[in-house]
Nanobody
Framework: QVQLVESGGGLVQAGGSLRLSCAAS????????MGWFRQAPGKDREFVAT????????DYADSVKGRFTISRDNAKNTVYLQMNSLKPEDTAVYYC???????????????WGQGTQVTVSS
């Protein structure tokens, strides 16, 4: 069992930056692939980024590639999402998730956080 708690969301102007954190409970954090997803108002939840268990492999949605960076610190049981050059269309609730396989698919992830709101004003 893994419990995930996101933090770091907030209101930011377009062009600004935010760093989201996701703290995981338990001693098996390093055995999970981690992902970030987001859900904008009136839209389905979508993939944002994923990172391998060791942190040496990452993948991103085309919409955030070059602007967002996912990273993890297994010693701190934490995964991060650095978001730069934010746009109004990045406004969404951001969720972190833990899974046992490398995937961009939501159903591959077994554990989810409660989400953190990111709002980008124009």
């Amino acid at each position: 069992q893994v419990q995930l708690v996101e933090s770091g969301g907030g209101l930011v102007q377009a062009g600004g930056s935010l760093r989201l954190s996701c703290a995981a409970s338990g001693r098996t954090f390093s055995s999970y692939y981690m992902g970030w997803f987001r859900q904008a108002p009136g839209k389905d939840r979508e993939f944002v980024a994923t990172i391998s268990r060791s942190g040496d492999s990452t993948d991103y949605a085309d919409s955030v590639k070059g602007r967002f960076t996912i990273s993890r610190d297994n010693a701190k049981n934490t995964v991060y999402l650095q978001m730069n050059s934010l746009k109004p269309e990045d406004t969404a609730v951001y969720y972190c998730a833990a899974g046992s396989t490398w995937s961009k698919r939501q159903y591959r992830y077994d554990y989810w956080g409660q989400g953190t709101q990111v709002t980008v004003s124009s």
